[in-house]
């Protein structure tokens, strides 16, 4: 139990244009999901709160305008990456929780971003 | 805010060796402290985890303990396999709060 997919798992984009990622939970209801950003050899560095229904919560030096967060169902949470730029090159992790136990998050499987 | 920290970035280990994984939390309100295994190119995966009313718990090969006073947990790793590698993270959280504070990572390579 307590599957989180995304997808896709890579992407590939030209710089200026627009890509979104999907996480979705595939075996729970997630009232909330968490959007991480990870560098090669690093932590994961959280970028916004999902609430379903509701505005996410964006991190600070997290531009809300350029990392798009839409969250339609207690099983589906979206992150458009608009107007890409190399620099938003990354591996891009959803997590979700599904409020039981200790608030458990349940991380998805990464989504690799490469904008030439 | 809460800050973690985690040593050694790098461990390199024998087959069959075991592995320690350290981490020190500077906020005395933290209570709960999981542990994630990350391969390459995956999402962190949850191992273990405990709460700070226990000193230690165990799960087969793994092992974590946690020194409240201390503010100091680490993850043990006996019998290790070339599998066990990977990056590992640890964590800390409030229980009643969904986001952790994630350590630097723990690179774990196994030798044959």
């Known amino acids: 139990g307590a599957v989180v997919s995304q997808h896709p798992s890579r992407v590939i984009c030209k710089s200026g244009t627009s890509v979104k990622i999907e996480c979705r939970s595939l075996d729970f209801q997630a009232t909330t999901m968490f959007w991480y950003r990870q560098f090669p050899k690093q932590s994961l560095m959280l970028m916004a709160t999902s609430n379903e229904g509701s505005k996410a919560t964006y991190e600070q030096g997290v531009e809300k305008d350029k990392f798009l967060i839409n969250h339609a169902s207690l099983t589906l949470s979206t992150l458009t990456v608009t107007s890409a730029h190399p620099e938003d090159s990354s591996f891009y992790i959803c997590s979700a929780s599904p409020g039981l136990r200790y608030n458990e998050q349940f991380f998805g499987p990464g989504t690799r971003l490469t904008v030439l | ?112």
């Not at chain 2, 390199?12 to 295994?37: H, L, M, R």
Request: glycine share 6%.
């Open chain 2, 1 to 112: 805010g809460e800050n973690v920290e985690q040593h050694p970035s790098t461990l390199s280990v024998q087959e069959g060796d075991s592995a320690v994984i350290k981490c020190t939390y500077s906020d005395s309100a933290s209570n709960y402290f999981p542990w994630y295994k990350q391969e390459l190119g995956k999402g962190p995966q949850l191992i273990i985890d405990i709460r700070s009313n226990v000193g230690e718990k165990k799960d087969q090969r793994i092992a974590v303990t946690l020194n409240k006073t201390a503010k100091h947990f680490s993850l043990h790793i006996t019998e290790t396999q070339p599998e066990d590698s990977a990056v590992y993270f640890c964590a800390a959280r409030i229980l009643r709060s969904y986001i952790p504070t994630f350590g630097r990572g723990t690179s774990l390579i196994v030798h044959p």
